[in-house]
């Protein structure tokens, strides 16, 4: 877009934007939130809905702010008349055939329809006597249901699949009131970033089977954090209620995912509500272990890494977060250490119509960060080290069933879990963590971008983040240093460490995250300092 | 030219090809006259309803695969436009303008004639027979020749319910 | 097929010189006729001479919308270097006209004649026309005619010997009425849905596949070769009104009337004589009550104001009105004018395209309300609530369909609010034919 900057008054608020910029997002700078439906910051824009019209002085009709530019000097009223009855009558339209469904409709508490109505429709319809257009509702496939009664055809969901999926696979069929989105008899809706429809559709015609009745909008908390699913690192919110997650959605940045996240990380929640967790600290009481307390099992692991000499292996999760990674690492500081993460691999998904976001190969979210830490993915070098090696340190480390029947073979293993791993049970400690849903903390994506996510949901029992357990070890042996409280400390701290995040802070990162200046060097070489 | 339709079709058992020999050669001499192929969509449509009397999905599909088009697509043109048909048809099929200027004219005793000489009772249902198929349309732009009817492709102007059974005659 | 009627005497007949000569459709006809001789002219002329004839002509676009045709086709770029379209709107189906046909079917060449000037003038190598669906026989006697053309040399890759490229593409619509609104045509041509486009762009920007694009009606550009042949000035001093209006246009007429069919008649051509003498007056025994001018899509007009209008653009809308495409439906007293409101209200349900919400629901509810009207189920607020949505239904779209429903409504309940008032009165027996 131009440099050039066009000022402009909306509802009485001037504005400076560049130029070709349109009413609509014009609009939002001056505080002012246009109604609309089609209208979408990702999609191409149809003028359709006909429900951004407003009044712009000299001009002989209400124009659709979605599509018209500013001009300088021009003069927009988003709340005069005119424009509100022009939504109004909008709305009454779209209810005429629109179904009374709240009460059993999946959309209610976070539904545009509803939201607009409350504000500028009328409070009773006009639309008497009247048969209401009906269609049953169509299965489209995965997990997206099609309920045509419900809709507004406003055809974000076509365009979406068109402009940004590059999958025609949605139509619009038939013409007039007979309208409905189609999708081809021999088709579903599987491409995997289709999911997204759902959250595009502005009232609850396309519906989420996975979510279906789950619960009340309402009744949600949300919380923001970044998909743990590859290294794409695509913002999300976490909606939980009871504290138990019950779905992912995506969260807006322009950077990275721009509205969207693929079917295979919106799927990906379920073990965040695992109940098999380790919930005391246990360490070793001759044959069995013995759960206790932290003040008893923090100075037994800072005395049992003091007195290791010899080879350590250190295995981590790729889920756990940049802070945990760094502490554990400086936990061991000045042994031998092989630090690995294991990270599964996936085909690559890309979404066409977004510069730079796919589905990645590497499914874990965190590689970047791990790599910054000190750890590497060569994770079948690290597992031929754990033969005959002094310690064994896991943390959160996901191993098939051959992988855990090795640790036999280690002196001793130290477990830092967040499941009961009954294969553990051989371990000189094993302690609860958090997962990331239950913990704030970092991750560095592909494009070295660091992003915060946040405490979605209470970590079980005593489980505390990885970060801390080491932290709290690692100042019995450092006296006189002090171990964070906090995980903005602790990801403060790791600059001493990590040079490329030196001086980085929490308030740096914001809830968009931030970018490093350059890729990491090998652990330990000297870095250029955060942009 | 009157158009054959319905013969010996019901649902689509496995979609036969209607892109072979003629047809395909009809298809390809289109391609030049556009710089798109999915500007030949609408002329490859009319293409399928003359060989094969309506637009099954197999022929969506195939047309869908020639032109580099999705199938979902080309039902969402196939749907927009009134005068493709998406489930076989009488043998002929007859349109009836209904729309004011012809009202004025008394296509409403057009259409009553048409239905009891054809036997088909109401209007878009298909005869007993198979013959024949009507349908009331909106204006087919011949109003000062009231009541205007297409039968198949054959415009018949001036269609008045004395005409109807001499005009059906030939159809049978 | 044949054609209503010989010439009345106060036609001014320029267009329709031919129609009912069979021997005219031929391309040795027309050229016996003096056919080509415009074209074989404009190829001589340069591009901007061509659109300054056009503009001191005054020719205006007789598809409905008016704008004037030189002025339209001057909006083409020059020199861009990107190859540019002209589209023929031959989708004729605005209810109450039917000239576009009569043009095709009797004089193709003429039509040919002027796309071809057309494209020399704005620059552009191909000339789709786009003929709706259901118009089987100019289809096939255009089919022939551009045939006859290209054999003849007439068209092609050297238009006339002239060097100059000019090739005409027919194109079949599949039934649309939506598809005669101009960008709604281009991307039925790129085989799309029929929907309108949002302007800007416009088409002379980026029109049909992106290129600039000019979209004339068939009339007009049939109109193009005799203005070349015999001058803007003679054109011009066609009209007998408002000088804005000239030239000849052909006025359907049908509804009751003794004779319809299609006129060709001066601009400012007094709308009494146009029904009363040239189309034969009402039936016997009966009066004249409404006459819906522009097609469907203008407000009514009632007996006064028919009588007093003179037939041009400014003429009919001094009398409460717009002369669109000419296309005359004539209502005697015999007619059911909510009747009538509600079938064009249900037309126009049937056509909307379904982009716009006030369009696709606002088409179907009035029809609906319209209908209970008819069946003497009528409540007394539904009149003041089809004025309220046919407001919102006007200014607010995309195109002008919901706009186009409106108006009858509009005007049927302010003009024929005693039929109206009858019917919520249940004092009339309802109606409702074919149901």
Redesign the interface.
């Given at each position: 877009m131009s440099a050039e900057l066009v000022n402009v008054t909306i509802d009485g608020v001037t504005v400076s934007v560049p130029k070709g910029t349109t009413i609509i997002e014009a609009a939002k700078q001056a505080g002012v939130l246009v109604p609309h439906y089609c209208y979408h910051p990702s999609l191409p824009s149809?003028?359709?809905?006909?429900?951004c019209?407003v009044e712009v002085e000299k001009a002989p009709?209400?124009m659709?702010a979605c599509?018209t530019t500013v001009a300088e000097g021009q003069v927009v009223k988003v709340m005069s008349q005119p424009a509100r009855?022009?939504r109004e009558?909008?709305l009454e339209?779209?209810l005429?055939?629109h179904p009374l469904d709240c009460p059993i409709c999946d959309q209610a508490g976070e539904c545009e329809l509803q939201d607009f109505v409350f504000q500028e429709g009328r409070a009773g319809t006009?639309?008497s006597?009247?048969a209401k257009r009906f269609n049953p509702v169509e299965d489209f496939g995965p997990d997206v249901l099609y309920v045509p009664n419900r809709c507004?055809?406003c055809t974000r969901c076509v365009r979406f699949m068109?402009d940004v999926a590059d999958?025609?696979?949605?139509?619009?069929?038939?013409?007039?009131?007979?309208?409905y989105i189609?999708?081809?008899?021999?088709?579903a809706l599987d491409h995997p970033w289709s999911g997204n429809v759902v959250d595009l559709c502005p009232v609850g015609s396309l519906i989420s089977k996975d979510f279906l009745h789950k619960a009340r909008a309402w009744d949600l908390d949300k919380t923001a954090s970044i998909c743990p699913g590859c290294t794409q690192g695509c913002n999300i919110m976490i909606d939980t209620r009871d504290d138990v997650v019950v779905r992912l959605r995506p969260r807006a940045n322009l950077d990275v995912n721009r509205h969207f996240i693929c079917d295979t990380g919106r799927a990906d929640y379920r073990w965040m509500n695992r109940g098999d967790r380790i919930e005391v600290p246990l360490v070793r009481d001759g044959s069995r272990l013995s759960p206790t307390d932290w003040d008893t099992a923090v100075p037994r692991l800072a005395a049992l890494i003091t007195g290791v000499t010899g080879r350590v292996v250190l295995l981590a999760s790729g889920r756990a977060s940049l802070e945990s990674l760094g502490w554990v690492r400086r936990l061991l500081d000045g042994k031998d250490v092989t630090a690995a993460i294991k990270v599964p691999q996936g085909p690559e998904a890309p979404l066409p119509g977004v510069p730079n976001l796919a589905l990645r190969k590497d499914r874990v979210p965190n590689l970047d960060g791990a790599r910054l830490a000190g750890y590497t993915a060569a994770w079948k070098d690290a597992m031929a080290r754990v033969e005959g090696a002094a310690l064994v340190m896991l943390l959160d480390a996901d191993l098939d069933d051959a992988e855990a029947a090795r640790l036999a073979s280690a002196e001793m293993v130290v477990g830092l879990s967040s499941v009961d791993d009954d294969r553990l049970k051989g371990a000189a400690m094993l302690l609860p963590v958090s997962t990331m849903a239950e913990e704030n903390g970092t991750y560095v994506n592909r494009d070295q971008r660091v992003q915060r996510f946040i405490e979605a949901k209470g970590a079980p029992g005593m489980a505390r983040p990885g970060w801390w357990i080491a932290a709290q070890a690692w100042a019995e042996n450092n006296p006189g240093q002090g171990a964070p409280m906090t995980a903005a400390e602790a990801f403060a701290r790791l600059g001493s460490a990590i040079p490329a995040l030196n001086g980085l802070t929490y308030g740096d990162l914001g809830l968009t995250g931030r970018v490093l200046d350059s890729a990491p060097a090998p652990a330990g070489a000297r870095q250029g300092a955060a942009r | 030219m009157s158009g054959g339709a319905g013969t010996g079709h019901g649902a689509e058992g496995e979609h036969q090809p209607v892109f072979v020999g003629g047809a395909r050669d009809k298809l390809e001499a289109l391609f030049p006259r556009f710089p798109t192929r999915q500007a030949c969509l609408l002329p490859a449509l009319w293409i399928v309803q003359e060989e094969r009397g309506w637009i099954s999905p197999g022929a969506m599909a195939e047309v869908a695969s020639l032109l580099g088009l999705t199938p979902a697509y080309v039902r969402g043109v196939v749907t927009f436009y009134t005068m493709y048909h998406t489930h076989p048809v009488g043998r002929h099929f007859i349109q009836v303008c209904t729309t004011s200027p012809c009202h004025l004219c008394g296509s409403d005793d057009v259409v009553k004639a048409l239905l009891k000489e054809t036997g088909c009772g109401e209007l878009g249902a298909t005869s007993p027979d198979g013959r024949f198929t009507v349908i009331e349309v909106e204006c087919l732009g011949a109003c000062g020749f009231a009541t205007p009817i297409l039968v198949d492709n054959d415009f018949i102007e001036s269609t008045s319910p004395e005409r109807v059974p001499g005009i059906l005659a030939g159809y049978r | 097929m044949g054609y209503p009627h010989p010439s009345h005497p106060k036609e001014t007949v320029v267009l329709s010189k031919y129609f009912g000569d069979a021997a005219a459709r031929t391309h040795q006809g027309w050229v016996e006729r003096g056919g080509y001789e415009g074209l074989k002219k404009a190829l001589g002329m340069t591009p901007e001479a061509i659109i300054e004839e056009l503009k001191a002509s005054g020719l205006r676009g007789r598809g409905g919308a008016g704008f004037p045709t030189g002025l339209k086709w001057s909006f083409m770029p020059k020199g861009d270097g990107k190859p540019h379209y002209l589209c023929c709107n031959a989708d004729e189906s605005e209810p109450g006209t039917f000239k576009d046909r009569e043009i095709m079917r009797w004089t193709p060449h003429a039509l040919i004649e002027g796309c071809a000037v057309a494209c020399h003038a704005i620059g552009a190598e191909t000339c789709y026309i786009y003929i709706r669906g259901e118009f089987t026989d100019p289809w096939a006697v255009m089919s022939t005619a551009v045939a006859e053309a290209y054999a003849a040399g007439t068209i092609g890759a050297n238009a006339m010997g002239s060097g100059t490229r000019i090739d005409i593409v027919l194109f079949r619509g599949a039934g649309a009425y939506i598809c005669g609104e101009e960008t709604a045509l281009m991307n039925s041509l790129e085989g799309k849905r029929g929907n309108p486009r949002i302007k800007p762009p416009f088409p002379a920007a980026a029109g049909l596949f992106g290129m600039p694009t000019t979209i004339n009606n068939v009339e007009t550009l049939a109109a193009v070769p005799h203005i070349l042949n015999r001058g803007a000035a003679w054109y011009k001093a066609l009209c007998l009104g408002n000088p804005k209006s000239t030239g000849t246009k052909l006025f359907s007429v049908c509804g009751h009337v003794m004779k319809p069919g299609n006129f060709e008649i001066t601009m400012g051509f007094p709308m009494k004589d146009l029904i009363y003498d040239l189309a034969g007056g009402m039936r016997p025994g009966r009066t004249l009550k409404a006459v819906i001018p522009g097609g469907s899509s203008v407000p009514i007009m009632n007996r006064q104001e028919a009588e007093a209008a003179l037939c041009d653009y400014e003429g009919i809308v001094e009398k409460g009105s717009m002369l669109g495409s000419a296309g005359f439906i004539v209502m005697d007293d015999s007619a059911d004018i909510v009747y009538e409101v509600y079938r064009l209200a249900k037309f126009y349900a049937h056509e909307s395209c379904a982009q716009c919400t006030q369009c696709r629901e606002g088409t179907a509810w009035t029809t609906k309300i319209l209908e209970r009207i008819l069946k003497g189920q009528g409540k007394p607020e539904d009149l003041a609530l089809l004025l309220e949505l046919s407001e919102q239904m006007t200014g607010k779209t995309i195109c002008v369909l919901s706009d186009s429903c409106a108006a009858p409504i509009v005007s049927g309940i302010q003009k024929f609010r005693s039929e109206f008032d009858a019917y919520l009165r249940r004092a009339k027996a309802p109606v409702l034919a074919g149901a």
């Open positions: 149809p003028a359709v809905c006909r429900m019209l009709k209400l659709p599509v009855k022009a009558s909008v339209f779209l005429i055939n006009r639309y006597d009247y507004i055809l068109e999958t025609p696979v949605l139509n619009v069929s038939e013409r007039g009131d007979r309208a189609g999708i081809d008899p021999g088709q | - | -």
